[in-house]
């Protein structure tokens, strides 16, 4: 049983504190039990299979298997999302999972949690699922009303991003890179690696700095046509992203500014990135 439950932590990368909240269990009666491989009460283990959509039988005698494991999982997760954001414009779950990390950050979590009808295990896993656009925007607006957005809190969001393709044809792509303009040039070849919902033109570039548009497509645009605080948000998410993408050759110190934000009429951001200050990620 433990090394089943075991397979299943590892394959969704749900936490010993989360996996003991849906037992019904504190996180220290859990620990224990794990750590002495106790027989843990059959209600919780059959709430642990509920709440995961797999058959009690598998969790108690079969032995898992993990690819089997995660294809369930991806379309039960995705199952449990309220209705209005199923429907998916690419993926989000990355940025939504980020952003949720914010909400702990400032303490309204669980606030969020109830007030979106978020089930904690769908981001709590490590499965990557669609997951609709109106979701992050509606999360990032809900979260910037409450407390002002900093740096930090855009770093933290686009920074998993910004990496989240190292393994990718993308991400080796760049890691060949050897300056920043070549990285936002391949930016602008691939970008359907980074984002399924915008596309980016440089507008000017030196060597100390580079001026890019990010065009969002008709649904998008649609969508931040009726809210501003999503227009602003996603400019600052996507501007903190690419600031981050000259990491792959090694280098930091890069900063951004927003130039233009339009969400009204015609849709476009821009933003600059300054690299004047790039130095060695060693020396940080």
């Known amino acids: 049983m433990w090394n089943n439950l075991g397979t299943i932590q590892e394959v969704t990368g749900i936490q010993d504190d989360v996996m003991a909240t849906q037992m019904g269990l504190s996180s220290q009666k859990f620990a224990f039990l794990k750590n002495n491989t106790s027989i843990l009460p059959f209600t919780s283990v059959n709430r642990i299979a509920d709440k995961l959509g797999i058959n009690l039988d598998s969790i108690l005698c079969e032995e898992l298997n993990t690819n089997d494991l995660q294809n369930n999982f991806k379309g039960y997760f995705q199952s449990l999302l309220p209705d209005e954001y199923k429907r998916a414009l690419g993926s989000k779950s990355f940025t939504v999972r980020n ?18 009808s978020l089930n904690e295990l769908t981001f709590d896993s490590n499965i990557d699922f669609e ?5 992050a925007s509606d999360l990032l607006d809900s979260i910037s009303i409450r407390v002002p957005l900093t740096k930090e809190d ?19 792509i760049l890691s060949e890179c050897r300056t920043p303009l070549e990285i936002y040039e391949h930016l602008i070849r691939v970008v359907h690696h980074v984002e399924k919902n915008w596309s980016y033109k440089i507008e000017a570039a030196d060597d100390k700095s580079i001026l890019i548009s990010s065009y969002s497509n008709e649904n998008i645009s649609d969508l931040y046509k009726r809210t501003d605080y999503s227009s602003y948000n996603f400019t600052k998410f996507r501007a903190a992203m690419a600031c ?5 050759i090694g280098l930091e110190g890069a900063t951004t500014s927003i130039t233009k934000s339009k969400h009204r009429g015609d849709s476009y951001d821009q933003f600059r990135i300054d690299y004047s200050n790039l130095r060695p990620l060693s020396s940080a």
Do not use: P
């Not at 997951?131 to 979701?135: A, D, E, G, R, T």
């Not at 981050?244 to 792959?248: D, E, S």
């Open 99 to 116: 952003i949720l990390k914010i909400a702990k950050k400032y303490g309204f979590y669980k606030e969020i949690q109830t007030n979106f």
């Open 131 to 135: 997951v609709s656009v109106q979701l």
């Open 154 to 172: 855009y770093d933290l969001m686009s920074y998993g991003n910004a990496f989240h393709f190292a393994d990718t044809e993308f991400g080796k």
């Open 244 to 248: 981050h993408l000259t990491k792959y």
